[in-house]
């Protein structure tokens, strides 16, 4: 059972690798939130709403989106940002417990690469989310379960002609992590071990 203290202390500790030309590409930014409940630490995750040319339609992922103009001095803000419109939940500096590695991916709308850079929030207290259009669902994953084994599969992921073969993590009722937010997911569990 992961426990939120100790994963605050590892993130204190945590030197995330940063993308060094990360200023000069496209940017976005996420927000893993963490709550503590009586079976241990769980993170919020949202599911797309399906929409027609969305590459990540219907998938699970951490909320966040992309940084413009009024971001462009704190990648962070951008996360909270992001996270108020899509959930409604406020995070703030003080929520903030740490942060991630940047994640190097693909920019679609530009077939150019961009960067992610995941921030670790603790959970407000009033923690009710109104998801807008952007979101179908919302699910709070106890991050013991990405340590648990038999919950990993292959995901054939379909992208031009071509099929590609991704790890990925059964989250119940058909719901799938995979791709960059697994690999978000994954370093913060290894912190908490």
Not at 61 to 78: F, K, Q, T, W, Y
Not at 112 to 117: E, F, G, L, W
Not at 131 to 136: G, K, S, Y
């Amino acid at each position: 059972m992961h426990e939120i203290e100790p994963l605050i202390t590892a993130l204190a500790g945590h030197r995330p690798r940063r993308r060094r030309l990360r200023r000069r590409l496209k940017r976005a930014a996420v927000a893993a939130i963490l709550r503590e409940t009586g079976q241990g630490v769980e993170v919020l995750l949202v599911q797309r709403a399906r929409r027609r040319g969305d590459p990540w339609s219907g998938d699970m992922a951490l909320p966040g989106g992309r940084i413009d103009g009024v971001d462009a001095a704190s990648a962070s803000r951008a996360a909270c940002r992001e996270t108020e419109e899509e959930t409604g939940l406020r995070l703030t500096r003080r929520s903030g417990i740490g942060r991630l590695s940047d994640r190097l991916t693909l920019d679609h709308r530009r077939r150019a690469p961009m960067i992610v850079s995941p921030f670790v929030y603790r959970a407000p207290a009033d923690t009710g989310i109104r998801a807008n259009h952007e979101i179908a669902g919302t699910h709070w994953l106890p991050l013991a379960r990405l340590d648990e084994n038999g919950h990993r599969d292959i995901l054939h992921w379909r992208i031009g002609g071509l099929t590609v073969r991704m790890l990925c993590h059964d989250c119940g009722e058909g719901r799938r992590l995979w791709g960059l937010t697994l690999a978000i997911l994954d370093e913060l569990v290894a912190l908490g071990r």
